[in-house]
Nanobody, 124 residues
Framework: QVQLVGSGGGSVQAGDSLSLSCAAS????????MGWFRQAPGKEREFVAA????????YYSDSVKGRFTISRENATNTVYLQMNSLKPEDTAVYYC?????????????????WGQGTQVTVSP
């Protein structure tokens, strides 16, 4: 089992930055890939970013590429999502997720464990 606890959400204005964190416990953190997904009101949950087990490979959705950065610190069992140049359309509940596979993935069905979600609101 893997437990994931996300934090760092909040309300900001367009153009601001925000950093999300996700603390993992349970299985050895270095053995699984991590991802961030988000769900806006009235929309389906969508992929945001992913990172492989070691942190050497990352993958981003086109909508956040160049603005968001995913990273991980295996020593502290934490994955981060640094969000810069935020836009109102980034408003959503953000979820971290863990995949027992080693490689980064954009597909939700490849993730085995999910955090509780943290709200990010971006005002114009």
């Amino acid at each position: 089992q893997v437990q994931l606890v996300g934090s760092g959400g909040g309300s900001v204005q367009a153009g601001d930055s925000l950093s999300l964190s996700c603390a993992a416990s349970g299985r050895p953190f270095r053995r699984y890939a991590m991802g961030w997904f988000r769900q806006a009101p009235g929309k389906e949950r969508e992929f945001v970013a992913a990172i492989n087990y070691s942190g050497s490979n990352t993958y981003y959705s086109d909508s956040v590429k160049g603005r968001f950065t995913i990273s991980r610190e295996n020593a502290t069992n934490t994955v981060y999502l640094q969000m810069n140049s935020l836009k109102p359309e980034d408003t959503a509940v953000y979820y971290c997720a863990a995949s027992l596979g080693y490689s980064e993935s954009r597909y939700q069905h490849e993730y085995n464990y999910w955090g509780q979600g943290t709200q990010v609101t971006v005002s114009p």
